[in-house]
């Protein structure tokens, strides 16, 4: 270090000596000691945790879950869970739905069908004291000050901690694939042999990460003493790493054939295997009945047409949300580098079912529905899963209309609490394309069910029309289409007219555990995805140096005759910035007391790329950085804290050394508001 250098940081140091007097929002305590960025590219030494016997997936999904697993001997043998019992007609049933169900006491009772059959078996007196929830996960993502304490309704209205419902579910999970595990193995199977995955979408903030890892610590998935032992992965990311090994007979590419009308739910992509080979049909059909699907180590064919600085969309359209990522590809090893950072919003399928509420709540009245919701929940229930196996038979060119049975307790119910019939509502209503059928059921046109998915369709095509815009998502080769709801050939169609042909639409088959099979490869690989894109500017509030002229006079704040600018926005990370994997940005910093025990560091964010100070809008506090400093005590004048971030991988993380000592001091980030 020069002499210029040492004697300026001797300044910031001394002035520091006691508590910074920065009034606003400015941390007491921190000061940089060194301002300057400095990276490190440590790429090829990313620590290789423990090893691990399998890999285990948990696809945590706002409609559907499941989980799926590989040996690390055999990385190319990839397994989906048993088949669950249950099921409905017309819906093939790889995942179970994400349904769950606490005892009146709140204890847990069961997940996924049986989840749903109990609760439907119970006697309406009874099943108002059970709680039943689904379609809880968007609470992560709609709460903008999720924390440990956040609440969920279940069907019959009572809250509930989020918290304990997903380590429910989780435990739930665990349960499942080790038992499952130890069948195969026929032998106890031990957890502490199994690296987990849990998939969350890219477009989920910090916090909402953290909750699903706190939610695993609960659920005693992992342990906090090993945090490694579980990897968070995103989704759209995953669907990425499977579609490079796909073959030509996995997968329907939209452009070199036309859809038929819908896809038969035993055979996913049925339309496209017309004029397949006899013997890649048979394969197909082979491939369905097992449960192991090979992932060949060759790279598959579609990817030996990409060439090094290819660009390719990824389209992951859920139940809840849709995650748009941007990925190039770095030969030879076929690592992948994203291009722009993650986006999307939620506009998942379950949009859908939000529009036919609203339909009904425009015939019957939204009074009776709520009512209903909250006497009858099984009842709804029902209705909600008739609804959804017709919602699999729409189509752009269906002409027959489609038939949703009403329950009897609704025609029963409706009929007592307004005193007429459910026909009478359905005739005095101005609805005309939905009609009364004499089997007592909901008949709708294919147009009226068609208008129930435009709002979602919409969005999502907005969504990639202003993605494909960008620069940086220019000469785009393929588009994948994966996640449950690209099963839809209205969506599909959609998306084909809005490309025009200016890239391939690919659909994996079973397009819907594309993204379970994607997270087994990326536990088993983590590196594969070398370099990301920060969503978002990250950053602390410093003190500098007053420069006249450059600063704000209102933020002038004079301490011994030195004159210091306060809440200076020091930014670790810009949004949109590429990272590489296992890069890491330095800092150091001095406790402002030499007795102080822990040094809190408030890290703010925003969404624009330069921020100049913590108090501009748009900037929030989002998380802390606490440093540990006890039992390090020196002997040193002053003592220099060096705290490394990583901001490459799916999660932030944060490490901390005394430089005197050479002592490792506990450094941890928190995201989630307390």
């Not at 046109?445 to 494909?468: G, R, V, W, Y």
């Not at 490792?664 to 989630?672: E, G, P």
Request: glycine share 6%; with cysteine; net charge neutral.
């Amino acid at each position: 270090m020069t002499e210029k250098d040492a004697s300026s940081e001797k300044i910031i140091s001394d002035a520091m000596a006691d508590p910074s007097p920065a009034k606003s929002m400015g941390d007491p305590g921190i000061t940089p000691l060194s301002p300057s960025h400095t990276q490190q590219n440590d790429t090829d030494q990313v620590p290789s945790g423990p090893s691990f016997v399998v890999v285990v997936a948990i696809d945590f999904g706002t409609t559907s879950s499941g989980y799926a697993y590989a040996f690390a001997k055999e990385p190319e043998c990839i397994h989906t869970m048993r088949r669950w019992e249950g099921g409905d007609p017309g819906v093939s049933n790889q995942k179970t739905p994400t349904t769950i169900l606490l005892t009146p006491d709140r204890k847990f009772h069961s997940f996924g069908y049986a989840a749903r059959d109990f609760y439907h078996d119970l006697d309406p007196s009874e099943s108002k004291h059970w709680l039943y929830l689904e379609k809880f996960k968007m609470k992560l993502h709609t709460t903008a000050n999720l924390s440990i304490n956040t609440d969920l309704h279940a069907a019959n209205g009572k809250r509930v901690k989020a918290l304990d419902i997903f380590a429910y579910a989780l435990a739930f999970f665990k349960e499942q694939a080790l038992k499952e595990l130890s069948d195969q193995t026929g032998g106890e199977f031990d957890n502490s042999d199994v690296r987990w995955v849990i998939t969350v979408p890219a477009i989920w903030k910090m916090p909402a990460k953290q909750f699903m890892r706190e939610a695993a610590y609960k659920s005693g998935l992992v342990s906090r003493e090993n945090p490694e032992q579980l990897i968070i992965a995103l989704e759209p990311e995953a669907a990425s790493i499977y579609c490079r090994k796909l073959r030509l007979h996995q997968m329907v590419d939209l452009g070199t054939q036309t859809t038929q009308n819908g896809f038969s739910p035993s055979d996913n992509v049925g339309s496209g295997m017309s004029q397949a080979s006899p013997a890649a049909k048979e394969h197909v059909r082979r491939n369905r009945q097992s449960r192991t699907f090979l992932v060949e180590n060759v790279i598959g064919e579609l990817w030996s047409e990409l060439e090094e600085g290819d660009r390719y969309v990824v389209v992951d359209c859920g139940g809840g949300t849709v995650d748009l990522t941007v990925h190039q590809i770095r030969l030879p090893e076929g690592h992948l580098k994203e291009l722009y950072k993650a986006s999307g919003g939620p506009y998942g399928s379950i949009g859908i079912d939000y529009e036919f509420e609203k339909l009904l709540c425009k015939i019957f009245g939204q009074d009776f529905i709520d009512q209903f919701k909250i006497k009858r929940p099984a009842a709804w229930v029902d209705l909600m899963i008739a609804f959804e196996s017709r919602k699999r038979a729409a189509a752009p060119d269906r002409t027959n209309p489609l038939n949703i049975n009403l329950p009897f307790s609704f025609i029963d119910y409706y009929k007592k609490f307004r005193g007429h019939s459910v026909e009478h509502a359905l005739r005095k209503s101005n609805v005309d394309f939905v009609k009364w059928s004499s089997q007592g059921m909901l008949r709708m046109n294919p147009d009226a069910m068609n208008s129930l998915f435009k709002p979602t369709i919409d969005h999502i095509i907005q969504h990639l029309t202003e993605l494909f815009e960008k620069p940086e998502v220019s000469d785009i080769k393929f588009l994948f289409l994966v996640g449950g709801f690209a099963e839809s050939p209205l969506l599909q169609q959609a998306v084909q007219n809005m490309l025009q042909g200016r890239s391939r639409i690919i659909i994996p088959h079973d397009v819907g555990l594309t993204i379970l099979k994607g997270a087994v490869l990326f536990g088993l690989d983590p590196s594969v995805i070398k370099v990301r894109r920060s969503p978002l500017t990250y950053g602390v509030g410093v003190l500098n140096r007053f420069v006249e002229g450059k600063h704000p006079p209102e933020k002038l704040l004079v301490k011994d005759g030195t004159r210091w600018c306060t809440d200076v926005f020091d930014t670790f990370i810009a949004a949109d910035q590429s990272v590489a994997l296992g890069e890491m940005v330095k800092r150091s910093y001095t406790p402002a007391k030499p007795s102080q025990q822990v040094i809190v560091i408030h890290v703010y964010c925003s969404e624009k790329e330069n921020a100049g100070f913590i108090s501009e809008p748009g900037v929030r506090k989002c998380g802390t950085l606490r440093l540990d400093v006890s039992g390090t005590e020196s002997t040193a004048a002053r003592r220099e804290i060096q705290t490394l971030m990583q901001f490459g991988d799916t999660e932030i993380r944060a490490m901390a050394v005394d430089v005197s000592t050479g002592r490792t001091v506990k450094a941890s980030i928190d995201f989630l508001s307390h």
